[in-house]
C-alpha cells in the first residue's frame, strides 16, 4: 500500500480521540538515538506506561525499504475501469456474496447498530485485504518510528506513533501483534491507529478490540467510522448521494469510492 492511500484517509479531528496530548514537535531527521529518546520521554510524559514503551521501542532501528516505498506515487492515478476490473474479479464477487450469507445475522446486527449495510462493508473488506487475507506483515512499530522520524510527514507519523503505543497500553494489542501495511495500516480493513483509537470497537465481545484477528470486530469498527463521519442509515450509497459523500472519508480517490460502489451493488445481487 502507497503514501497515498494513507494520507487520503487522515483523520483530521485525532485531538479528540483517546490519544495522549501532542507535546511540542520533536526535531525530524539527524541523529536517529537522539530523537527516539526524545520521544520515549514524551510517550512517558503523555501518559504511556514505560513498560509499553520499552516493550515496542526498545532497540527498534529505521527501515530504509519503508522511506522508498513512501516516495512512490499513482496508485489511483488508473482509470475507474482499470482500478475496478484489477482490483474486483468474479472470485472476489463470489466470496463475497458467501461471507454475506454465512454471517447474515452479525451483518444484520451491525446494521442495526451503525446503519451501514453489509455489502458496503464487505466491498470495503475485499478491496482492502482481501477478506483479511492481505493485511500486511510489516511490524507496525518499525514503519511509524521510521516515517516520524523521517522529516517528510514527521508530526503525522508521530501522532500516529503515538497512537499505536495507546493501543497497545489499553490492551487491545501487542507490539507483536501490530503488523500491517508499510505505513502503519492495522487490520482486516487497514485502519491507521490514530482511527484504531478513535472508532475500534469490540464487537465479538471477547474484551478486546482487536481488527487483526477479528472480522467481527473489524467489520464493526469499519460502519462505526462510517457512521462517525455521518453515513445515513436507510440511505442510499451511489454517486451524487450524501453517503458517496462519506465514503470519501474513508478514501478520498474518486475511483476507489466508486469501486466500493460498484462492487457493493455487484454484491446486493
Known sequence: MI??????RVVFFWAATAIPAAAAPIACGGDFGAWLQAFEARAEGAGISARTVSEALS??????????????QGY?????????DKRVGP????FGRAELRDNAAMFDRIEAKYGVPGEVLVAI????????????????????????HDCRRSDFFSNELMAALTIVDRGDLSPQQMRGGWAGEIGQTQFMPSSYVKF???????????????FPDALASTANYLKGYGWKAGQPWGEGTANFTILHQWNKA???CRTIVWFAEQLDH
Do not use: M
Open 254 to 256: 474518486d475511483v476507489y
Open 200 to 214: 475500534a470497537v469490540d464487537f465479538d465481545g471477547n474484551g478486546h478490540a482487536d481488527l487483526i484477528h477479528s
Open 125 to 148: 473488506w475485499g478491496l482492502e485485504t482481501g477478506f483479511g487475507a492481505g493485511s500486511g506483515i510489516s511490524p507496525t512499530f518499525r514503519s511509524l518510528v521510521t516515517l516520524a
Open 91 to 94: 472470485g472476489k464477487i463470489s
Open 59 to 72: 532497540g527498534i532501528t529505521p527501515d530504509p525499504a519503508v522511506l522508498a516505498l513512501d516516495r512512490r
Open 3 to 8: 503514501w497515498l492511500r494513507v494520507t487520503l
Open 76 to 84: 489511483f492515478k488508473q482509470s475507474f475501469e482499470s482500478f475496478r
